[in-house]
């Protein structure tokens, strides 16, 4: 497998990365580290390459959302029992890792490491 990218450049004491498609266990057509519940990839290469992002984190789980192009955001304080819509997450939670899914927009990061949030 291939080694997954994360880095620790701009939050100290919070970690954070962004990740490619490489590492992954998903095969065929989504040959690559998919973490998008919504695709048709097998659920369970799903579900093993959202874990292998959260372990390279060192979060005990990660979370994402179905993105919809709205000014919805969650503030969250634990993985919720439901799938979530909207365009972003916020959290002080310690161990929990939150994701955001890109094609065409880029992705932001607000980070508070005095606040762990």
């Known amino acids: ?5 994360a880095a620790n450049l701009t939050a100290p004491g919070i970690a ?6 490489d590492g992954g266990v998903s095969t065929g ?15 369970a290469a799903v579900r093993e390459n959202r874990r292998l992002v959260a372990t390279t984190l060192g ?3 990660l979370v994402s959302l ?25 959290t002080a939670a310690p ?3 939150l994701g955001i899914l890109t094609a ?7 980070a508070d490491s005095h606040a762990g949030v």
């Open 95 to 97: 161990g929990l890792a």
């Open 1 to 5: 497998m291939k080694r997954l990218l």
């Open 29 to 43: 057509l989504y040959a690559s580290l998919n973490c998008g519940p919504g695709s048709r990839d097998d659920p």
């Open 66 to 90: 179905s993105q919809i192009h709205s000014p919805i955001v969650h503030a969250i304080e634990a993985a919720p029992a439901q799938p979530l819509e909207g365009d972003a997450l916020v």
């Open 104 to 110: 065409d927009c880029a992705p932001v990061l607000l």
């Open 59 to 61: 979060a005990s789980g």
């Open 16 to 21: 954070h990365g962004f990740f490619g498609r």
